[in-house]
């Protein structure tokens, strides 16, 4: 069984070239190996970054829509604001996978969840190749970070050298924009000092993130300032960009339109910008084989009695998320990943900036982050770690792990965030609760004639103490296996910028359905084939919905499931109604009141077109090479990150 060519290639080795398709349409390509299509670049120069597509990184997505988009061919270029790609699967500290533990009536969903068929296969291979060696109860599978990052997300990288460019440390800055394009983005790269830690991650973000975005030299890093575009404008035309950051910065510097917060009503247009999620700064905790001297905690603890075991033994809450253990039970050397609610969960504010705020820091963009909150949830993590171990029978034993999440201090180089800036789709579409929930007959979602991505997570939301919450949020929502369109990765103000994992166009509720690792890792695949597909073809993301859809979901097929396998058949079944797109230029009407509990997914799918589009290859090509890791029992509750 080879696993590495899993990260490799997403299918066999010899179905790329056999699904290198020529279409009718004059000058339309897709595949790795066909001939032509990128634009002719200038050379590099130690400022000025040349690209077919251009994420903005920071999550599981970024690193995934990398992957995909220089499989096909595309120099692509990723800007990862830490020295780990991956987001929460290892600089968030999050590397835990949840996959769907909960049934919809009869149907499985947790099993449905977990068939090899529809998993990401390059995602699969990771997870077979890492297992779980932390021996975790939340979980099928959780590991030490760094395995992660050494068997798998570096093996990719290293893989596709020629075509995937990643630039460490590096977060953007400001955004070109003209006539409904992004044309190119400045970004700032720091390269730590002699003597600096960690690569810089000696210093908490809180204080450290404006050194980031600053363009001067610091006490602490040396900075490049650098452009990255398609060509400086030379041919016309302009690299694809994908915002796959875990604030939804790209949205926020190039002034595209977005949601935060909680909306009015599930698809509304307006809502609350101050209230959405609760963010989490998640730690490695040890036990130490004797008893280790720690220093007292340093930091405030601004919450003493929020903490607490919520009914749960000591030991279960070890377990956990543990990620390295030799036995079941408790055990010398074990690592345990902090996560807990009421613990590390920081509820008492939300970290981002308001959007009126994040307007005001554009012209000197920071990240667009309230740094009072942020210092807020490490003072938070801090004391549930010191209340933590004091809790149970090992305090003298258990100390904060700092090698595990590469970091001087102990907490993960970046708050794991729940929820980010959202993008506003192609026609204010936005991807809403009644698309992904329903009853067990209908098992599935709302089918999309543009689906390219799929995904399956109970809602999971973490409120802020302080904010008060619409009422269709606290009712109770059946979620199906549920498909992610196109349209969800558009933005409506610029044809030549997608989006994926948390920044999104989908409401808030689909949002806490949709921020877990498989389905970032899914939505971050198909947005990096479909970037690749328009900047072969110099498509808009509009032309490719309405002119070139079946051969961008073909291509999308090649790397990622865009259909469910349920139960041995394949959904959309032929002959199938699909959810058509609108009329082109036809805004979508958004609902001014909520949706029902269970609203009708797919019963919307009312206008007859046709059979599919005839993507059904993902199905075939998806033949698992040896990855049967997938369990047959469902996690065990609803414990989302």
Known sequence: MMLRAWYVLPLAVASLAACDVSHD?????????????????????????????IIAGGSASAIAAAISSAHEGAKTCLLEPTDWVGGQLTASGVPAIDWAWHTVGTENVAAIDKEPANVTPNFLGMMTTVGDPGRCWVSDNCFNPQDLLTKGLDVSVKNLAGTLFVYPLTVVKSAVTSNGQIQQVTAIQRTPMPGVANSGFDVLPSVDIPDWYSPSPSARYTKQVLTFSLDDGASGQNAVFV???????????????????????DGALTGNDACGMAAVFPFVERLNATATSEPANPHTVDHPTSYGLNGTSWDQVWTYRRIASTAQGVASGDLSNQNWN??????????????AATAAEVPDWQGGMDLGQVAAAERQAFGWHYYFKAQGPYASRITLDYG????????SKLPYMRDARRSIGVGNFLLQAADISGTA????????IDRVAIGSYDMDIRSIIGCTYPAYVTVGYSVLPYYIPLRALTNRDYGNLLVSGKTMAQTFLVNAASRLHPIEWSSGTAAGAVAAFMAKNQLTSSQVLYDYLADAQAQVAQHT?????????????????LAPLPSP?????????????????????????????????????????????AADDADAGPFGP
């Not at 595990?404 to 907490?411: E, K, P, Q």
Request: aromatic share 8%.
């Open 243 to 265: 915002d796959a950051t875990d604030w939804g910065e790209l949205l926020a510097i190039s002034g595209a339109s977005y949601m935060q917060g909680v909306d009015s009503a």
């Open 404 to 411: 595990t999440l590469g970091t001087g201090h102990g907490l």
């Open 25 to 53: 349409r004059v000058g339309v390509t897709t595949g790795a190996s066909s001939g032509g299509g990128y634009t002719t670049k200038p050379a590099d120069t130690a400022t000025n970054k040349y690209c077919d597509v």
């Open 441 to 448: 007959a209908q098992l599935t979602g709302t089918r999309f």
């Open 561 to 577: 499931p865009i259909n469910w396998t349920i139960n041995g058949s394949v959904y959309p079944a032929p002959g199938d109604t």
């Open 342 to 355: 009421p613990g590390n969960d920081y509820q008492y504010g939300y970290l981002y900036k308001t959007k």
């Open 585 to 629: 230029g036809a805004p979508v009407t958004n609902p001014v009141s909520p949706p029902s509990a269970d609203a009708g997914a797919g019963t919307d799918a009312t206008q007859p077109e046709g059979t599919d589009a005839g993507v059904d290859a993902a199905a075939d090509a998806e033949t698992d090479a040896g990855a049967d890791a």
